[in-house]
């Protein structure tokens, strides 16, 4: 049966049909072919089920937040902040954009929003300070991605909703992780630097710095609200997500003064199709998960593991080859759906700690918002900056080997996943 659901979902995917039909004809086919007497009643509950849960209202909010945040003045001011603190260093500029990004990030939890609101303000100056025009698209891009593993990111919340894992726990190893790839990224940054003769500019006083720090002070509240509150017990993410809504609203157009109601109801207009995308696919990705364990694939994966003497070290590395191919071809959340609940209960066979086993599928599907050919995060720049998609796939590719490479990292040393989340939750 499994066979039957996967050759007609690739059938489809190469047709050319929308992902969200690819995920549910298979499993309706499934369901006239092998279990006829099934009630569709069944089948609707199935559908609701898939997303009546509250954590998945943090989803709409973040995305909400998010999108108010790109049209007001909080990215501006959270890129200024990370300039007046980086950019003296080798390759300032390149160090700000990786900086703002994960600040960015920190704020809206989705790797399309940080590049849509970092690149008309961070690339024209990386370019304007020596950098190439490939390696200044790869870097936009590539930074982004840590939206996806620094809270509150929208892939953790979908993660942990699928597989029960604390969703505090996961944002605590997400930051962690997120700082890991953020520090390579910022490596590289100073290798290409040298390379090409780049200096920093003049480093800031203190004084200045803190001046900085003051007119930033609305932009950080955010942060501090979300993850203040989680890791304090105030909030659980769901109601951090509604906060940071209300928080943005009230910053953008109270304080900033650059959001009016006309806007307010445009940018509410978009947050609410992104939203309806999500939840589409979550919905109709609940019903295929429901006959991938009708159909008893963990078991039979797990089966077939130990018959082949294979170990968690092999199944790691088998889980992040099909990510790596699955990530070319469809976008993050439907992997998530596919891949995750046939592969996650062999995980726990194995005794991969499920944050663990979440920063490694989270990695992977940052690395697959950037592979081409249809790497999401590619056409989010490509529209916003108005620059050829072959453009930014040549610059992106530095930036994958090196996704790879922290990705094996963090795949066979857990410590560096679970290091906070045992700190604070164990």
């Known amino acids: 049966m499994i066979w039957l659901i996967v050759i007609f979902a690739l059938v489809l995917l190469l047709g050319g049909f929308e992902m969200f039909l690819v995920l549910a004809l298979p499993a309706l086919g499934v369901k006239e072919a092998f279990y006829p007497n099934l009630p569709d009643a069944a089948l609707v509950q199935k559908v ?118 604390s969703i505090a726990q996961l944002f605590a190893g997400g930051l962690a992780v997120g700082l890991v790839l953020g520090l390579a990224f910022s490596l590289m940054v100073t290798i290409e630097a040298r390379r090409r003769g780049l200096e920093g ?34 909030f659980t993410p769901t109601e951090a997500a509604a906060v940071s809504v209300v928080y943005a609203i009230f910053v953008e157009m109270v ?24 939840f589409v696919l979550l919905a109709v990705g609940g019903l295929l998960s429901f006959f991938v364990t009708l159909a008893q694939v963990p078991q039979a994966i797990t089966a077939f593991l130990e018959t082949a003497n294979a170990g968690p070290i092999t199944f790691l590395l088998v889980v992040n080859l099909c990510f790596l191919i699955a990530g070319m071809f469809i976008d993050p959340n439907s992997a998530l759906l596919i891949l995750v609940p046939p592969l996650f209960p062999v995980a726990q066979a194995f005794g991969v700690d499920p944050v663990h086993f979440g920063m490694i599928v989270t990695l992977n599907i940052c690395i697959g918002m950037i592979t081409p050919p249809f790497g999401l995060d590619i056409f989010v720049a490509s529209s916003t900056l108005d620059r050829p998609v072959l453009s930014i796939i040549a610059g992106v590719w530095p930036f994958v080997a090196l996704n790879i490479l922290v990705l094996l990292i963090v795949t066979y040393v857990p410590e560096i996943s679970l290091f906070v989340p045992d700190l604070f939750f164990r």
């Open 201 to 234: 500019g003049p480093r800031t006083a203190w004084s200045d710095r803190l001046r900085a720090l003051w007119d930033a002070k609305w932009a950080l509240g955010m942060p501090v609200i979300i993850l203040g509150g989680i890791y304090s017990g105030l």
């Open 255 to 278: 304080i900033f003064r650059d959001l009016n109601f006309a806007k307010l109801v445009e940018v509410t207009e978009d947050s609410a199709v992104a939203t309806a995308v999500i």
């Open 48 to 165: 609701i089920g898939g997303i009546n849960h509250s954590t998945l209202l943090a989803i709409p909010f973040f995305i909400l937040a998010a999108h108010l945040m790109g049209a007001g003045r909080i990215a501006t001011q959270l890129t200024d902040l990370m300039r007046v603190f980086l950019g003296h260093t080798r390759g300032g500029m390149g160090q700000t954009t990786i900086g703002a990004s994960m600040a960015f990030g920190s704020v809206s939890g989705s790797a399309p929003a940080t590049v849509a609101a970092m690149g008309r303000i961070v690339y024209p100056q990386m370019r304007e300070t020596g950098f190439s025009e490939r390696f200044g698209l790869g870097l936009l891009v590539a930074s982004a991605e840590t939206a996806l593993l620094i809270p509150p990111s929208i892939t953790l919340i979908i993660y942990g909703w699928i597989t029960g894992t």
